[in-house]
């Protein structure tokens, strides 16, 4: 099945302990991307990938890191997390020409 | 700067009945839209798109309407179903590699 998976599903964590969340696809998509999802807010861009070793800074790149060494993962890295990274974060991915997302089923961060 | 938003952000329909869920957006060079549906506990899932050339696509019980005049966007849902019951959210291109989304409006579905 074409999917996007996204690990883990719930997290709770403490302010400044390093996590890592995991994002794979396996529909050969050039293009990676990950969101966040606060009410009010809709989905906001963090960073995206256009390809293996190209990624770039979305709409709130603070306090993430990612990185794209496969083609098929795209973790997503908070080095040092802090409350107001507390939210709902998602994977999504397509061909390098098409707009039309797949998404994972999302990852819940609390930062306590 | 550019942004999509909704007109309202939430809307309750009877089964059976139609819905239309509207967006406006501001940036008058988009040239493509998605609507997105996400149900609860799982993430957006593509529904529809259009191109600014077209002022109207049909799906299966969904068609988009585009007014560029206006700036208006909307996702009408022919006979309502309680399976519609969702988010919905409407998302522009912005350049060549992003999509920006609006802040969604929730459907509900009354028996």
């Known amino acids: 099945e074409a999917q996007v998976t996204q690990n883990p599903r719930y997290l709770i964590t403490v302010t400044g302990k390093k996590l890592t969340v995991t994002c794979s696809q396996n529909?050969?998509?050039?293009?990676m991307s990950w969101y966040r999802q606060d009410p009010g807010l809709g989905l906001r861009q963090i960073y995206y990938?256009?390809?293996?070793?190209?990624?770039d800074k979305g709409d709130v790149p603070e306090g993430y890191k990612v990185s794209r060494k496969e083609k098929r993962n795209f973790p997503l890295i908070l080095e040092s997390p802090s409350p107001n990274q507390t939210s709902l974060y998602f994977c999504?991915?397509?061909?390098?020409?098409?707009?039309?997302?797949?998404f994972g089923s999302g990852t819940r961060l609390t930062v306590v | 700067g550019e942004s999509v938003g909704l007109h309202l952000p939430t809307l309750s329909v009877q089964e059976g009945d139609n819905s239309i869920i509207n967006c406006a957006y501001s940036?008058?060079?988009?040239?493509?839209f998605i609507w997105y549906k996400q149900e609860s506990g799982k993430g957006p899932q593509f529904i529809i798109d259009i191109r600014s050339n077209m002022d109207k696509r049909q799906g299966q019980r969904v068609t988009v309407l585009l007014n560029k005049t206006v700036k208006h966007l909307s996702l009408q849902i022919a006979a309502t179903q309680p399976g519609d019951s969702a988010v919905y959210f409407c998302?522009?291109?912005?350049?060549?590699?992003?999509?920006?989304f609006g802040a969604g409006t929730r459907l509900t579905v009354k028996p």
């Open positions: 998302a522009e291109k912005v350049n060549n590699n992003d999509m920006r």
């Open positions: 999504a991915s397509s061909t390098w020409d098409d707009y039309g997302y797949t």
């Open positions: 940036n008058s060079a988009s040239d493509y």
């Open positions: 990938s256009m390809n293996v070793e190209v990624t």
């Open positions: 529909m050969n998509h050039e293009y």
